[in-house]
């Protein structure tokens, strides 16, 4: 690693490269430091926590931790904040927000003196974000997460976030559950810090680093609150110090092999849509394309393996118990590409081979017995999935992965918050729920609004699923039968633009299609009369950067910007 290290590293430019040193060791010594301190290797923690995240809230023991093993290395721990996000408290959505986590995170990456740095991340949109920044900066970096929270309980039935609170919220709508009796099951639905208890976002991009190299082995699930998640935060902090010496950086930990080992680990643990968007965007930092028909035959190979809610039956506490992600990445050994670097210096393979012996649990199945074949996602194709829409077919209801109904058109969120509840809402449970203008720039931030609540004179009836499509994003820790990403967005003059009342829309998840049928005369006669809404008046600052520079979702919703031309792809 060439260059000026530790407090040289990046000196302010008064012109005079010593005065600025001699400067910059008066202010830091009025913290306390030593002379001896400030010789070492400076390892920058980011610290995430905030009073509005509660996913975030051990971040400070958690720092506490890293700094302990940061000094038992010989290095000096200097902590920094950074914008931190949590997706209930983030308007219009913590999507919108990624890409300013991901700039902020960069840019102090690059302004302030560091040889590596321990990125602290948790709540769905964090981990992504300092992925993201780690992938621009390029200095030796490592993750290390918050961590699950521990399900809680209700009349005897364990209940964790998030998609208990959806199902739950459903009951509840249907009027199943009255208003004490929901309030009641809500205050236990959240019973520690930690991110949500099951495989959504938050969980999946866990899983997800730790597959890509980019954290210790083992860190992806030990729930926020065991003493095993901070001891897993002293041996990051200590790794950082030899980061810092010897790298590796995350451009050469980050490869279109990591890419595709992460793609696998997505299918076989059934988890969140989200996820690929956000690998696009870490990749597309690196000049790295997701390829989506590539990933879809890699689901066609990959069976789903982790019994975890919201697509089976246990919490992320159950997986911890069942020896992390380490037993799923054994049992996919076969099919990932072991040579990929991490960051421990050594290959996936070689840790692999270093799991303890594995012992009898029912959360991970083996490669011969999954719980469903062919992987959790799916991609799509045909006239209405435009570049390339996705289901989740592991939440899917199975008797809805083939059918045909009468579309149901929402044009905004307000359209649908206005209407979805309406006595005289012509809708029949064979119909098919439209939402469109919801996707990156038409909501704007492509919001979690995929999970189009079933209209309450169905739900009433007993209807729990419907055939659902849009151009938003769905929460990892939803299920239904679900569509997404329609891209390009309806807002950008993309497929959902051209859908009426009363067309009929088909739906063959085995085929991999989604077709409108409508003759194609009449799609150019409809295109031709379309007029994009208006967007954009009057904005300023960071809204206005994000509505004239975000890609769609096929790219990662990134700033066109921010993405390098393409160089590789993913196999």
Do not use: Q, W
């Given at each position: 690693m060439g260059g000026s290290k530790g407090m040289r590293r990046g000196l302010t430019r008064y012109g005079d490269e010593g005065f600025a040193l001699y400067l910059r060791k008066a202010f830091i010594k009025a913290l306390g430091y030593s002379e001896d301190a400030l010789e070492r290797p400076v390892v920058g923690i980011a610290d995430t926590s905030s009073g509005y995240n509660a996913c975030h809230a051990t971040v400070p023991q958690i720092v506490e931790a890293v700094e302990r093993g940061v000094l038992m290395a010989g290095g000096l721990p200097v902590s920094f904040p950074t914008i931190s996000l949590h997706e209930s408290f983030a308007w219009p959505t913590s999507m919108y927000l990624r890409n300013l986590m991901a700039m902020d995170t960069e840019e102090m990456l690059r302004a302030q003196p560091m040889d590596a740095a321990v990125l602290i991340g948790g709540c769905d949109k964090t981990v992504p974000a300092q992925l993201m920044a780690a992938a621009s900066a390029d200095l030796p970096a490592i993750l290390v997460v918050t961590g699950p929270m521990l399900p809680g309980s209700h009349r005897g039935e364990r209940l964790g976030a998030c998609t208990d609170c959806r199902r739950l919220w459903a009951r509840f709508r249907s009027g199943e559950l009255d208003d004490s009796e929901v309030a009641a099951a809500g205050a236990q639905l959240v019973p520690t810090a930690g991110t949500c208890g099951v495989m959504g976002t938050a969980s999946t991009m866990a899983c997800l680093t730790e597959a890509l190299g980019m954290m210790l082995p083992g860190g992806a699930a030990i729930p926020a609150v065991e003493a095993a998640r901070l001891r897993h935060a002293e041996a990051t902090g200590a790794r950082a110090v030899a980061l810092a010496e010897h790298g590796p950086t995350p451009g050469q930990i980050l490869t279109p092999a990591a890419f595709a080992n992460a793609l696998r680990v997505l299918l076989a643990v059934g988890g969140s849509t989200n996820a690929l968007i956000h690998l696009a965007a870490v990749a597309g930092r690196l000049g790295i394309a997701i390829d989506y028909d590539a990933f879809d035959r890699l689901g066609r190979e990959t069976p789903f393996l982790v019994d975890l809610k919201p697509s089976g039956r246990h919490y992320m506490d159950g997986l911890h118990r069942a020896g992390g992600l380490g037993p799923v990445l054994r049992a996919l050994a076969p099919r990932l590409d072991l040579g990929c670097l991490t960051v421990t210096g050594r290959a996936l393979g070689e840790e692999i081979e270093a799991l303890p012996p594995a012992w009898e649990q029912d959360v991970v199945r083996p490669l011969a017995d999954p719980l469903h074949e062919g992987g959790a996602i799916a991609v799509l194709s045909g006239n209405l999935a435009g570049d390339g829409a996705i289901i989740k077919q592991s939440a899917a209801s199975p008797a809805l992965l083939r059918h045909s109904?009468?579309?149901?058109?929402?044009?905004?969120?307000?359209?649908?918050?206005?209407?979805?509840?309406?006595?005289?809402?012509?809708?029949?449970?064979?119909?098919?729920?439209?939402?469109?203008?919801?996707?990156?720039?038409?909501?704007?931030?492509?919001?979690?609004?995929?999970?189009?609540?079933?209209?309450?004179?169905?739900?009433?009836?007993?209807?729990?699923?419907?055939?659902?499509?849009?151009?938003?994003?769905?929460?990892?820790?939803?299920?239904?039968?679900?569509?997404?990403?329609?891209?390009?967005e309806a807002a950008a003059g993309g497929p959902l633009a051209l859908v009426e009342d009363g067309d009929t829309i088909a739906l063959d998840v085995p085929g991999r299609t989604l077709t409108l049928d409508v003759p194609e005369d009449e799609l150019a006669r409809r295109r031709a009369a379309w007029t994009p809404p208006v967007m954009g008046e009057g904005l300023t600052g960071y809204r206005r950067l994000y509505h004239d520079t975000v890609l769609q979702a096929p790219q990662g919703c990134d700033f066109d910007f921010q993405v390098r031309p393409v160089t590789a792809r993913t196999p």
């Open positions: 109904g009468r579309a149901v058109v929402f044009d905004s969120l307000d359209d649908l918050a206005a209407r979805i509840d309406a006595p005289d809402l012509a809708a029949e449970p064979s119909d098919v729920l439209v939402l469109r203008n919801a996707g990156p720039k038409g909501a704007p931030g492509m919001p979690e609004a995929g999970y189009i609540p079933i209209p309450r004179k169905l739900a009433e009836k007993g209807v729990t699923d419907m055939l659902r499509i849009s151009d938003a994003r769905m929460s990892g820790t939803a299920f239904g039968t679900i569509v997404l990403h329609a891209s390009p």
